[in-house]
Structure formats: C-alpha cells, structure tokens
C-alpha cells in the first residue's frame, strides 16, 4: 500500500496545501517518513487524515468558479464502526461548501472496502449539495464496493456504478473530467436522485 501514490499530474493545476480555502492549506509532506496506517500497512506519507483511521484522501483539484472538488480516496471506507462519512462531510464537504462547492467527484480506485451503516450523513449531504443543483459523484467503484452500496440504498444520495466505473480519468484535465462527469450526470444516465 505504502506504493500507491495520490495522482500527482494535476499538480501544476491545483495543490491542496497551497490553496488558502483548502482544508489542508500549510500542511507540509515527508516524501521518506512514512507514518500513517490502514491497519498495519503504511500508506504513502502524500495522503491526508482527516479523522478516519482507515480512510484517507487527497483533494486532486477545487474550481471555485465552476463549484466543484475532485477527492481521491484510499483504503478502507467504514461507516459501521467508524462513521467515515460523518469525518468527510464534517472535515472536508463543510469545509468546501462555505466556498460555494457543490459537485464532488470522489475518485474509488483504491477504496478497498465499504462498510455501510445508515444513511443519515448520506442524506444530509446530499440535501446540501442540492440546495445548489449539485451532486455527489464516486468513480470507479469496485464491483463489491458497489455492491455494498446499493445494499446500503445509498443510491439514492450518491452516484456510482454504470456509466461512472471504467471512467479513464487520468489522461484528461480536471476541467475536462468534470464536464464528462457533470454530462453523465444532466443526462441521466444514473442520476438516482429519488
């Protein structure tokens, strides 16, 4: 795990830590001590905590004009006994919304596991991005991370699976990643918005 580095060829677009509005702004980075764990294997010292002990994320990219956030995540997503939502809207979404983001784009490649509880931060976070005709989006989610979702009804908050799995996302630009997202979104291919 500690070889899974967060996606670093938008950096000459947007650095979290050097963005005043990021939840992570200052924070600096060892590139040789490795610290932080899911469960007994350290991860690469570039992911960020953010009260999770099993979760951890990079913010990819914020465009406060177009309001929206691409999150990278890695490891072990549990609501059942951590309540990791509540960390990610807390820590990180509220964060985000005082400047008027409402679209995220939580990219699921390395989320090794889904652990579903009730939905209640789910629904509250999705009421707030709607407030202001936003969404959330996970992109490419494994077949079982899927499927615990669905078994968790968090479809009716949240978009993955279909259209947004297999997305090759990291030979285009944020710009473009987003619109390809946002069209996906506005044309209803698995807008579950109940």
């Not at 050097?18 to 007994?40: A, L, W």
Request: glycine residues 4%; aromatic residues 18%.
């Amino acid at each position: 795990m500690h070889d899974i580095e967060p996606f670093i060829r938008w950096r000459d677009y947007y650095v979290a830590s050097e963005d005043e509005r990021s939840p992570f702004y200052g924070r600096e980075y060892s590139e040789f001590q490795f610290t932080q764990k899911i469960y007994n294997y350290f991860i690469h010292p570039q992911w960020d905590a953010f009260g999770s002990a099993t979760l951890y994320m990079k913010i990819l990219y914020v465009e406060y004009d177009e309001k929206f956030a691409v999150i990278e995540l890695i490891g072990e997503w549990n609501d059942c006994l951590q309540n990791d939502v509540m960390f990610l809207k807390r820590d990180m979404a509220d964060h985000l919304s005082q400047y008027d983001i409402s679209k995220y784009i939580l990219v699921s490649d390395n989320v090794l596991n889904i652990h579903g509880a009730d939905d209640c931060y789910y629904e509250e976070w999705f009421e707030d991005v709607m407030e202001n005709n936003g969404w959330i989006c996970l992109i490419n989610t494994l077949e079982h991370v899927r499927q615990e979702m669905e078994d968790t009804r968090l479809q009716q908050y949240v978009n993955f699976g279909g259209e947004f799995n297999d997305l090759e996302w990291r030979v285009l630009k944020p710009k473009a990643f987003f619109r390809t997202v946002d069209r996906l979104i506005s044309t209803g291919v698995k807008q579950l918005y109940y």
